[in-house]
């Protein structure tokens, strides 16, 4: 089985960063014989604190996820093939919101899209540094601090990183739509020409306002799925903004290669929330979950 734990940034991190994760199997060995890897809208790192997937039969150039100590993933604009991986699953993941891997690193996001790559290539001793750190942690809040120090120190020299931007602003009016009303409206909120902000929009996050709101929305579907699988896809392409459930399907198909259905079959989704674990030396065991559970953690100081 795997947990994910999931942790706040920092509070200074919370503009750029969604939140810290470590996705574990505990000690137990685990195997994910060609799971599918779906579109997201989302940039991360990713540290593997353990054993590293062996195979990935992946989609675009300069996207293979294997024997990757840690690695920087881009948006994903469709499915990114199939993992394969036997092993203890021990992996540490910083999420990032729309454009906070731009506002905190300064790098243009369109330049990672649908790509991946190794860390060290990018951040050189610093980030080895806190790979370091990771897998010598004794707890995952301890992790998140360390986290934090490595992102604030090069949020500090970024000096617009705080300044106003309407890129951030609508990216956020995107993210509680799921939809794009009009990207005229959203140049206007801005204070762009559309063109102009388009192409900011572009760089900070990587891809255009109309396609990552579609993201947005997908990744919000498959997610309500794999926390509440109990609720059917009518309610949830309801809750998700579509316009009925053949448009959800009709966006499952085009980012992940399968019908709703078959994706979450396909890599034998069952997911359950624990938000009473408080730390992760102690988690709650719960035999009816067989595959995934999320567990929502406190922070705590150092």
Known sequence: MITNYLI???????????????????????????????????????????DYPSSHSFRHSNSDFSYKPSCIVGVLTQSNGNIYFTGRYHTFIIYFKANGFHKIFGIPSHEITNKIFCSDDVFGNSVHSLHEQLLHAKSFQQMAFFADAFLIKFLNRQKAAYSYDGVTAVAKDLVSAYQVSSIEQYAYKANMSVRNFERRFIEQVGISPKLYSKLLRFNEAMLKKSMHPEKSWTSIAHECNYYDQMHLIKDFKQFSGYTPTEFFKENKVLNNQDTNSPVIDSPKSNNNLTQEKFVFVKRVSF
């Open 8 to 50: 706040p940034p920092h509070v200074t991190l919370s503009p750029f960063v969604v939140n810290y994760v470590l996705s574990t199997s505990e000690n137990e060995i685990v195997t994910f014989d060609g799971g599918s890897w779906p579109a997201s809208n989302e940039t991360s790192m990713v540290f593997h604190l353990q």
